[in-house]
T-cell receptor, first 111, second 115 residues
Framework: QKEVEQDPGPLSVPEGAIVSLNCTYS??????FMWYRQYSRKGPELLMY????GNKEDGRFTAQVDKSSKYISLFIRDSQPSDSATYLC???????????FGAGTRLAVHP | DAGITQSPRHKVTETGTPVTLRCHQT?????MYWYRQDPGHGLRLIHY???????DKGEVSDGYSVSRSKTEDFLLTLESATSSQTSVYFC??????????????FGAGTRLSVL
């Protein structure tokens, strides 16, 4: 079992839809959680960074961590075609400076 | 790309030849990483460095070596390239010393094809 599991999709939604992207993790020591966005043929870029449980909002994006169920979510409101990308979740236990990545979910938002 | 330059950006080589990929940063970050990205596997850590001349293995280090003689440069070498090493290689850096110290910033990637 991988330490971070992520459904690879692809996920196709119409413009304006609410998108939910999810990951599960197995290591209860994970404390830091990140979401990266990767456009085709580009490097990953940090989208959201959270520590421990709870929600964090940034514009149309909300990151949610539920440590009791080891579940990480990213919600995108009012999705746009420009949101079409691969989204990678990542976790780190703290103190190791090494991230564990999910496989990435490919999202397509069509007009 | 956060002051990270990877070179070359594309390379085609033959099985059995040595290949060196370079990562150069202008951020003076302590940590540097090499990943490979393959369909269905996401990003997998090859090697990382936590300082000049300080390196350690990652998840998929077999067939790869690294060197870091200066803070700004981290080299990844395939001693004898194999077709299984055809992949997209990403370099990343992190500060390691301040708030949100474990956030990694990525370069644009190198596409390597081993024929």
């Amino acid at each position: 079992q991988k330490e971070v599991e992520q459904d690879p999709g692809p996920l196709s939604v119409p413009e304006g839809a609410i998108v939910s992207l999810n990951c599960t993790y197995s290591n209860s020591a994970f404390q830091y959680f990140m979401w990266y966005r990767q456009y085709s043929r580009k490097g990953p870029e940090l989208l959201m960074y959270t520590y421990s449980s709870g929600n964090k909002e940034d514009g149309r994006f909300t990151a949610q961590v539920d440590k009791s169920s080891k579940y990480i979510s990213l919600f995108i409101r009012d999705s746009q075609p420009s949101d079409s990308a691969t989204y990678l979740c990542a976790s780190e236990p703290g103190g190791y400076n090494k991230l564990i990545f999910g496989a990435g979910t490919r999202l397509a938002v069509h007009p | 790309d956060a002051g990270i330059t990877q070179s070359p950006r594309h390379k085609v080589t033959e099985t059995g030849t040595p290949v060196t990929l370079r990562c150069h940063q202008t951020e003076n970050h302590r940590y540097m990483y090499w990943y490979r990205q393959d369909p269905g596997h996401g990003l997998r850590l090859i090697h990382y460095s936590y300082g000049v001349k300080d390196t350690d293995k990652g998840e998929v280090s077999d067939g790869y070596s690294v060197s870091r003689s200066k803070t700004e440069d981290f080299l990844l070498t395939l001693e004898s390239a194999t077709s299984s090493q055809t992949s997209v290689y990403f370099c990343a850096i992190s500060n390691g010393t301040s708030v949100a110290k474990n956030i990694q910033y990525f370069g644009a990637g190198t596409r390597l094809s081993v024929l």
